[in-house]
C-alpha cells in the first residue's frame, strides 16, 4: 500500500488499504486534485490532468480544484499561501520542481516541490499516509533561500478538495464554557463558511475538525470526508464552495493579525492537518480518529487511573489536614490517583492573587506538600497536583518583580480576566522560568500526574522586547513556547503523566494531544449535559482522554438533581474521575461509589481502548447509549441513559460492532444473566430497564 511517483506523467498516488489519493501537475503547471474516495485505478485519472476555463472571469477553473494554492495570478479562492518579497511584490509564481520520496521521522513521506520563477523561495508539500487507517497527513514547508526576509502573510497546512456531490454538508462542533463541543451540520451553498478561533488557543466556541457529506450519510453508513487539525493557537478552517460547484476545506494557522518573517536560511513548517475518508458512516470516522491518536499522537498508551481531585470540596482552601481525610475516603471507594488543585500555593486564598509565585505554601503545609504525598501513596494512590504556568495575579511577587513578563502594549492598560494576565512565553527568561519551577516540583516531590491549567486568552498581544516587524509572530510564538516546555518537562519526567485543561475544553486538538495524557472536555461536570457534550467531543477524540467527573447534586452549574449511579455512568464512558465533596457523602455513598469504580475498573480497557459505537444520541430521542467492544469482538459493554419516560413505553436497542455468530453473556438487562448470538443482539436487539426521569443502565457482553 505505496505512494507511487508517476513521473512520467507528474502523477502522484497516496493508496491505503481501502482508498486512493490522486493529484497531478497539468500541461500549465498547476498541482491539480483528481480524485480521493474508494480504491480506483490511478492512471486512469491521468486524463483528468487539463486546465479548464469558463470565461475571461473565470480563467483557470483548474485552479479550483488546487492541491496547495499559491496566492497570484489569476487566482481569487481561499490562498494556501500568500507572501510578500523585500521588493513589496505580493504575487507568487510557484513553479513545480520535482518530486521524491523520503523516510521523515521514520515515515515514508512524499515531498513535492516548488519554487517561485523569480524569487528566491521555496515550498515542499509534505504526504504521508497511515495505510492501515485510511489517514493521510499533510503539511508544508517554506524556505528562504535567498538574502532578503520573505513575510509570510498567511500559510495553511492543507487543502482539501472534495468530489462533486449535489448536496454538500459540512459537520463540526461549536459552543462556549459549560457547553462546548455541540455538533452543528451546515449545508454549503456557494460563499465560505469559517470556523476559527482568534483567542490565542485552541477555543470552546470552535474546534479544528471538520466533515463532508453529501446530506445523507449516518452514524452507520454514507460517505464522509473529514480532517483534523494539531494545532493549539489560533486556527482556521475554510470551507469554501465556489460557483462552479467546487468544494474545498483550507485550514491552518489563522493568518488574522499574523505574520512571520521568515529570514534567509530559515524555514517554516505548518502543523499537520490529517485527513480521511470513511465508506460507512461518522461512526467509522470516529473509530479511525481515535484509533489514530493511540497508535500515532498520544505520548502514552497507557490507561487513565480513577483519580479524585479535591477542588470542588476545598476550592482555595486548601489544608494538608483536611487533603488527608479527603483522601482516605477516596482511598476506601477505589481511587488510584489523588490530585490537589488550586490553592496550595504562595499566597493562594482567592482567584485574585497568588497566581505565578510557585512555592509550597507554608501555613497551608506545615509539615511540607511531601508529608501529604506520604500519606497518599501510604493510603494506596499516587498523587497529583494543579498548576497555571502561563498566567500571572497583578497581585503577585512574580509580577511585583518583572511587570514587562506579560503581553502588552506600552500605551494600554492590560485586560484583566479572572483577575489576571498572560506572561509573554516568547521571552527567553520567562519561558525559562516555567521550565526551572517545574523542574523544581517535579524533581523535589514524587508527583505522578500534572493538571495542567490556562483560563486566560489573549489581550493587548504586544510582544515586549520585540521588533515591530516581529510583533505579529505572538500567536505562533506562543504555541511554540508551550510546545518546547511540555517537550521539555516530558523527556525530563517520563514517569509524570499531563492533563491538558483550559477553562474547559478550550486546548485540545491534536498538537496539544502529542505532549498529553488526557483533557479535560469542559468544567461543566452535570452528568445529562455532559451526554451532548461527550458526544460531540467523541466524534474526534478518544475516550480514553476525556476526563469525566462525578459530583455532587444537584450540580452546580444548573441545579439539576441526578441519582449517584446516573452521574457514575455519565461519567464511566471515558476516564472515570471523582470531584465530588467526599466530606458530605454518606457512608452508604461511599459504599455504592466504590461497587462503580469496581465495575469501571474491570471495563476499563474496553472503554479507553475499544472500539467505540453511539447507538442512540440525546440530540434526538429521550435515550443516549454508546457501546464499547474489544478489538477481538469477545467482549463489549453499553451504556444508556434515558432521560424521560414517556406513556409508559418502553425502550429497546440493537447494538453493534459484535461477531454476529458468537454467543454472548449478557448481563444488566434482565435479573438473570442471558445468553443470545450477536447477531440477535445486532438485529432484533434488547430491550432496556429503564424506567422514569434519569435512569441509566451498564450491560455487559462476554463471549
Known amino acids: 500500500m505505496p505512494i507511487i511517483v508517476h513521473e512520467d506523467k507528474k502523477l502522484f498516488e497516496l493508496e491505503t488499504a481501502r482508498t486512493s489519493y490522486v493529484f497531478g501537475v497539468n500541461e500549465k503547471g498547476i498541482l491539480q486534485h483528481l480524485y480521493w474516495g474508494e480504491k480506483v485505478a490511478a492512471l486512469d485519472c491521468a486524463r483528468l490532468l487539463v486546465s479548464r476555463s469558463h470565461s475571461s472571469f473565470d480563467a483557470e477553473l483548474d485552479r479550483e480544484c488546487e492541491e496547495f494554492s499559491f496566492w497570484g495570478g489569476a487566482f481569487y479562492g ?373 493538571k495542567w491549567d490556562m483560563n486566560r486568552t489573549i489581550t493587548e498581544p504586544g510582544l515586549d522586547g520585540f521588533p515591530a516587524e516581529r510583533q505579529r509572530e505572538i500567536w505562533i510564538r506562543h504555541v511554540r513556547s508551550l510546545y518546547e516546555i511540555w517537550a521539555e518537562l516530558r523527556a525530563q519526567f517520563p514517569h509524570v503523566e499531563f492533563e491538558t485543561c483550559a477553562g474547559g475544553g478550550a486546548r485540545i486538538d491534536f498538537g496539544m494531544l502529542r505532549f498529553a495524557d488526557q483533557a479535560w472536555p469542559s468544567d461543566n461536570t452535570d452528568a445529562f449535559d455532559r451526554l451532548r457534550i461527550q458526544e460531540g467531543f467523541s466524534y474526534v477524540y478518544s475516550p480514553q482522554i476525556m476526563m469525566c467527573w462525578v459530583t455532587d447534586s444537584p450540580a452546580g452549574v444548573n441545579g439539576r438533581r441526578l441519582p449517584l449511579s446516573f452521574r457514575f455512568h455519565s461519567a464511566m464512558t471515558g476516564a472515570l474521575g471523582i470531584g465530588g465533596n467526599l466530606k458530605e457523602w454518606s457512608d452508604a455513598e461511599i459504599e455504592e461509589a466504590a461497587g462503580h469504580i469496581a465495575a469501571y475498573k474491570e471495563i476499563r480497557h474496553l472503554v479507553q481502548g475499544g472500539r467505540q459505537y453511539r447507538l442512540a444520541s440525546i440530540r434526538q430521542s429521550p435515550l443516549a447509549a454508546v457501546q464499547y467492544v474489544s478489538e477481538d469482538r469477545s467482549e463489549s459493554v453499553v451504556f444508556a441513559f434515558l432521560h424521560a419516560q414517556q406513556f409508559g413505553r418502553g425502550r429497546s436497542l440493537k447494538l453493534q460492532g459484535l461477531d454476529g455468530g458468537r454467543l454472548y453473556e449478557v448481563e444488566g438487562v434482565a435479573g438473570e444473566t442471558l445468553r443470545l448470538h450477536g447477531s440477535t443482539l445486532m438485529k432484533a436487539g434488547i430491550p432496556l430497564p429503564l424506567r422514569g426521569d434519569f435512569d441509566s443502565v451498564m450491560i455487559r457482553l462476554r463471549s
Open 78 to 450: 481561499e490562498p494556501s499561501l500568500k507572501a510578500q518579497f523585500a521588493d513589496q511584490v505580493r504575487d507568487l509564481r510557484m513553479v513545480y520542481a520535482g518530486a521524491r520520496l523520503d523516510t521523515i521521522e521514520g515515515r515514508e513521506s512524499l515531498i513535492v516541490t516548488f519554487k517561485d520563477a523569480y524569487y528566491p523561495l521555496r515550498v515542499n508539500l509534505v504526504y504521508r499516509i497511515v495505510p492501515e487507517l485510511d489517514l493521510i497527513e499533510r503539511y508544508a514547508e517554506a524556505a528562504n533561500t535567498g538574502e532578503d526576509d520573505i513575510v509570510l502573510e498567511s500559510f495553511q497546512s492543507a487543502a482539501w478538495t472534495m468530489p462533486h456531490m449535489p448536496q454538500t454538508r459540512m459537520t463540526h462542533v461549536a459552543g462556549s464554557w459549560a457547553g462546548e463541543y455541540q455538533l452543528r451540520e451546515t449545508s454549503l451553498s456557494e460563499g465560505k463558511k469559517t470556523i476559527e478561533s482568534r483567542r490565542g488557543f485552541t477555543g470552546p466556541h470552535a474546534n479544528p475538525w471538520f466533515a463532508i457529506d453529501d446530506g445523507g450519510a449516518t452514524e452507520s453508513g454514507g460517505d464522509v470526508w473529514y480532517g483534523a487539525l494539531g494545532w493549539s493557537g489560533n486556527w482556521k478552517i475554510v470551507a469554501e464552495k465556489r460557483i462552479f460547484e467546487h468544494v474545498r476545506v483550507t485550514g491552518g494557522i489563522h493568518d488574522f493579525d499574523s505574520r512571520w518573517l521568515l529570514m534567509p536560511g530559515e524555514t517554516f513548517r505548518t502543523p499537520i492537518f490529517v485527513g480521511g475518508y470513511s465508506a460507512s458512516g461518522f461512526g467509522c470516522m470516529s473509530r479511525t480518529l481515535h484509533r489514530y491518536q493511540r497508535e500515532h499522537v498520544l505520548p502514552s498508551s497507557a490507561k487513565r487511573k480513577v483519580l479524585y481531585n479535591s477542588w470542588e470540596a476545598t476550592t482555595f482552601d486548601v489544608r494538608a489536614d483536611e487533603q488527608i481525610e479527603l483522601a482516605k475516603k477516596a482511598a476506601r471507594m477505589g481511587v488510584e490517583r489523588f490530585v490537589v488543585d488550586d490553592g496550595w500555593f504562595g499566597q493562594r486564598h482567592s482567584d485574585r492573587a497568588g497566581l505565578g509565585d510557585w512555592y509550597v505554601n507554608p501555613d497551608k503545609f506545615p509539615d511540607g506538600l511531601d508529608a501529604l504525598i506520604r500519606e497518599v501513596n501510604g493510603l494506596g494512590m499516587d498523587f497529583g497536583i494543579w498548576v497555571e504556568p502561563e498566567s500571572v495575579n497583578p497581585d503577585s511577587d512574580l509580577f511585583r518583580s518583572h511587570p514587562d513578563w506579560v503581553y502588552r502594549f506600552p500605551t494600554r492598560e492590560g485586560t484583566q480576566l479572572r483577575n489576571q494576565l498572560l506572561l509573554n512565553l516568547a521571552k527567553p527568561e520567562v519561558k525559562q522560568y516555567i521550565i526551572d519551577f517545574m523542574n523544581r516540583l517535579l524533581g523535589s516531590h514524587p508527583i505522578a500526574f500534572i
